[in-house]
């Protein structure tokens, strides 16, 4: 009986993220609401960077005029000010 065997190891190097709450968080909504999203930062901590962004890509925040999701493709545009939350 090897023990040894019994270790599964992949050859993936996992790089340490940063796992800091992710900047979108706050956001004003037109109406009157606040958006936060619950993810956390999923880039890894050897990357410089000023925003901390989560793996979700597409705006994730509801369409202003009904309640489908926002077809915007950037998941952190919410954070300019004035921006608009469609579906298409
Ligand atoms: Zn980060
Ligand atoms: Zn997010
Ligand atoms: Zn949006
Ligand atoms: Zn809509």
Redesign the pocket.
């Known amino acids: 009986m090897h023990l040894r065997s019994l270790i599964t190891r992949t050859n993936i190097c996992v790089l340490p993220q940063c796992t800091h709450a992710e900047s979108l968080s706050s956001v004003k909504l037109l109406d009157g609401g606040e958006y936060s999203c619950t993810g956390s930062c999923r880039i890894p901590s050897d990357v410089v960077h000023d925003r901390h962004e989560c793996e979700t890509r597409l705006?994730s925040?509801t369409c202003q005029l009904c309640k489908r999701l926002?077809s915007?493709q950037d998941h952190m545009?919410?954070l300019e000010d004035g921006?608009s939350?469609l579906c298409g």
Do not use: F, R
Request: aromatic share 0%; proline share 0%.
């Open positions: 705006c925040i926002c915007h545009h919410g921006e939350h």
